[in-house]
């Protein structure tokens, strides 16, 4: 991020309060800075001020109408205000008001309008009584002329205090802003995009599908806007590829799991029976083992099946949300390098890459290939067939039928480092100049910079963490495409310019996840410890 270059602003840009949602902390910026990026907005904020654990980002923007332009995109932005002030205490925000400058504030002020004064607190509640204290000290400062109206006034001010997480009743407040409301997020914008493609109204979920509002994030970081083209090499049940649809882009996915595109679940051997079952009905686990308990919840969980088999499978989805005519197409095929049967220009197709790439928890990382007792036995036959050949007199060709022909190929495990170097390859060589790989990348609390995957065409824009439980995690990595691919450069890299180095946190995530293998005897010494 540093070195990206800030568009410069000119003189009549403003100051404003970004006011973030207090979750997802380490997205929030990039989040912002994806936004302004699509939107060509130029930003500037200082980092010197801004502390992680509050929601509050003093910015620069050029404008009103870009605050909200914003915000209509932005999944992470409560509101952005409009700043009168900012103090240390209360009276040196009044000393500040009274020096700003009549001519900046009038229009606001004016008899034909009305206005409300709304007081907010950063880690404290104040009580109606308190609120209109503060209120009325604001009396003596700012020359109000209008009428105070509650329901849709003209101007809304705001009182911000940013104090701290589970503050003590007598704890100051660290800063102190007065602001005045240019726009929410709060049920509109870009944050109402979150209920709208909520996985709770999905037609056809998967046990992968990616809940709405990373789907959006993830959108924004790759720049989707109208016209341009996504791909998803694990495309799953869609739901990474339909915000970026909705925003107009036209999108390719594809997946090695026909059944998972497809939508059609295979047949259970043995069916079950749900006749007796009550969704509503608690479920007495008092004299009962987990195995059971498990059991029980699955055959509940059964009835509801239907959410995970969908005829037309992916196509549902674009289908409800009317964005049909932008997926391009699925394919069911294999995204490494010796399997994927797709080619791209020499400069490049797509304009960005989005992927949760598998990696052995949910869902399993396969591809195309021969296990080792299919290589014995395909030599063996083949010795066979040379040798009957050879004492063959006459050979005789046998009619080639379309269910002769046909061939089921075999897939093997894909390790996840294997599988990132490819994804990171597969981006090099496919993306546009400027173009985006934004991935998934799973790992734990062992986590260093050098475990990420890295390409000598592909920077590092963004890199965030999100805490999964106290020991897992996973973070969003935005690469940007900087230098075209070439076979003599970058056909068989190999070693430290691909990152990964030593053993990476996810090179086993899945034995990790299920606390197996390797990791056995850590949990034994843990418990003798304990």
Known sequence: EQDRKQQPLDSTSKTYLCYFYHSRDSFRIPDLE??????????????????????????????????????????????????????????????????????????????????????????????????????????????????????????????????????????????????????STVKKGGRALVDKFSLKKRTYLGTTSMASEWALIIANQALALPNKIMYDPYVGTGS????????????????????????????????????????????????????????????????????????????????????????????????????SPLRFPSSGLFHGIIADPPYGVRAGARKIGMKQKSILKAERTKQEQTEQESNAEAAVEAPITGEADKHFPQCVPYPVTE??????????????????????????????????????CLRILANSEQFITSRMRRRLVTMEKIKEWNYAEHGNLEGEVLGQLGTPAHANIGDYVFKRNIYEEEEEEQQEKK
């Open 240 to 339: 990474l590829l339909i915000p970026s649809s909705y925003f107009g882009s036209f999108c390719l996915g594809s997946d090695i799991d026909p059944v998972t595109v497809t939508g059609n679940i295979r047949k259970s051997k043995k069916p079950q029976d749900t006749s007796k079952i009550n969704e509503k009905e608690e479920i007495d686990t008092k004299n009962l083992s987990k195995r059971q308990i498990r059991k029980l919840k699955n055959k509940r969980n059964f009835k509801n099946a239907e959410k995970f088999k969908c005829e037309g499978g992916v196509v549902k989805n674009f289908e409800q949300y009317n964005i049909k005519d932008r997926l391009w197409d699925l394919v069911v095929m294999d995204c490494s390098p010796s399997g």
């Open 34 to 183: 994806a936004v302004c990026t699509l939107l060509n907005i130029p930003l500037e904020y200082d980092l010197t001020t801004f502390d992680p654990k509050h929601p509050f980002l003093v910015v620069r923007l050029p404008s009103d109408e870009a605050c909200k332009q914003i915000a209509e995109r932005a999944v992470l932005v409560k509101g952005l205000f409009e700043v009168w002030g900012e103090g240390t205490s209360y009276d040196d925000l009044y000393s500040k008001l009274r020096s700003k400058p009549v001519s900046e504030v009038e229009q606001y002020l004016d008899g034909t309008s009305t206005f409300r004064v709304t007081v907010d607190a950063f880690g404290r509640s104040y009580s109606m009584p308190d609120q209109k204290r503060i209120m009325d000290s604001f009396h003596d400062v700012i020359p109000w002329k209008g009428k105070v109206q509650l329901k849709n006034p003209t101007h809304n001010f705001w009182v911000i205090e940013d104090i701290s997480t589970h503050a003590a009743v007598d704890e100051l407040p660290k800063r102190v802003f007065f602001c005045r409301e240019i726009c």
């Open 419 to 456: 599988v990132l170097k490819d994804l990171l390859d597969l981006a090099a060589r496919s993306l546009e100049m400027k173009g985006r790989l934004v991935y998934w990348l799973p790992t734990t609390e062992d986590y260093k910079d050098d475990d990420l995957p890295r390409h000598p």
